[in-house]
């Protein structure tokens, strides 16, 4: 008779202690932390500025600092160095804006091509675009981070506040052909950047 009280006993106790564990809670922290949005800015395009086609092929240079330097072939095309009808010669320049101290990376497409009217227009030239270098646009100066294949870079820290920015230029190689036809040649090529 005693074990059966106590079983009975037991039975009660076993609900009570189950429905007492049911119940349980944990207060979780939460964040996050924003950052700067980065932005790409194109200051000017990429200039070969006038040139004299010659009777063989060759080719126009624009380093990323905007100087100009023709082909050593014989007969091949030349940079004008008149001042009637002059045209400048310059570097793609750009800058971004981002979160200071991130990482970004540069994408640039190793060619692109000029025509006379442009894209799909007649006598297309080529042009062999050279990697992104480190160089100041305008009030915007290059933060040192930018990679020898000038691929990656770092947005400059700005002291704490936002946004940081970073700068450089892109030169290129215009193939010219031999006697190419007179007349205004245009195209364009795309720039990208994106946070690593």
Same mark, same amino acid.
């Given at each position: ?8 006993a ?9 429905? +007492? ?8 922290n ?16 990429l ?17 990323a ?6 082909t ?18 310059? +570097? ?8 200071p ?30 990697? +992104? ?23 400059t ?11 450089w ?28």
């Open positions: 008779m005693k074990t059966l009280t106590l079983l009975g037991m039975v009660l106790l076993c609900p009570f202690v189950a429905k +007492a564990q049911n119940n349980c809670s944990q207060t979780v939460e964040g996050c932390s924003v950052a700067q949005p980065i932005a790409l800015h194109n200051v000017t395009g200039q070969f500025g006038r040139i004299l086609s010659g009777a063989n092929a060759g080719t126009i240079l624009i380093s600092a905007g100087v100009v330097t023709p050593t072939d014989p007969g091949g095309p030349a940079a004008y160095t008149g001042t009637t009808n002059a045209q400048p010669h310059m +570097a793609a320049t750009f800058y971004v804006t981002g979160e101290g991130f990482t970004y990376g540069i994408t640039t497409p190793l060619h692109s091509s000029v025509s006379i009217g442009g894209a799909g227009g007649g006598t297309p030239m080529t042009v062999d675009l050279n990697p +992104a270098v480190s160089q100041t646009v305008g009030i915007y100066v290059p933060s040192g981070g930018l990679n020898a294949a000038g691929t990656t870079s770092t947005i820290p700005t002291g704490g506040t936002s946004p940081g920015y970073d700068a230029a892109i030169g290129g190689t215009l193939h010219v052909g031999g006697s190419q036809p007179s007349g205004a040649y245009t195209g364009t090529f795309s720039e990208q950047v994106t946070y690593q």
